[in-house]
């Protein structure tokens, strides 16, 4: 499977965007999707986390509450809602596919490329 993420942009603090994996090959519905991210200066870090089904879900302390993460196996598409957007959440955000449904990056053996996602104050 390959991914490619797009959706990312400049939002004012408050704002809200839909963020976009899409991806191919037809094995896609039997992985585990994630959605990570990288600030300035930071490490990459786990952001929300679906099932191979969708039935699962699971969020960092972070972004819980406010993002939301969803999938279409039909379109092979995983989508992260953002809302309520605060200045701390800029950052490259990537999404990637596991076998195993998992928070660790290093079990994600497939990634898209990153989409920048900039909050202003």
């Known amino acids: 499977v390959q991914l490619q993420a797009s959706g990312g942009g400049l939002v004012q603090a408050g704002g809200s965007l839909r963020l976009s994996c899409a991806a191919s090959?037809?094995?896609?519905?039997?992985?585990?999707m994630g959605w990570f991210r990288q600030a300035p200066g930071k490490e990459r870090e786990f952001a929300a986390l679906?099932?191979?089904?969708?039935?699962?879900?699971s969020y960092a302390d972070s972004v819980k509450g406010r993002f939301t993460i969803s999938r279409d196996n039909a379109k092979n598409i995983v989508y992260l809602q953002m809302n309520s957007l605060k200045p701390e959440d800029t950052a490259v955000y990537y999404c990637?596919?596991?076998?195993?449904?998992?928070?660790?990056?290093?079990?994600?053996?497939?990634w898209g490329q990153g989409t920048q996602v900039t909050v202003s104050s």
């Open positions: 679906i099932s191979w089904s969708g039935s699962s879900t």
């Open positions: 990637a596919a596991a076998a195993t449904y998992t928070v660790h990056e290093y079990q994600y053996n497939v």
């Open positions: 090959g037809r094995t896609f519905s039997s992985y585990n």
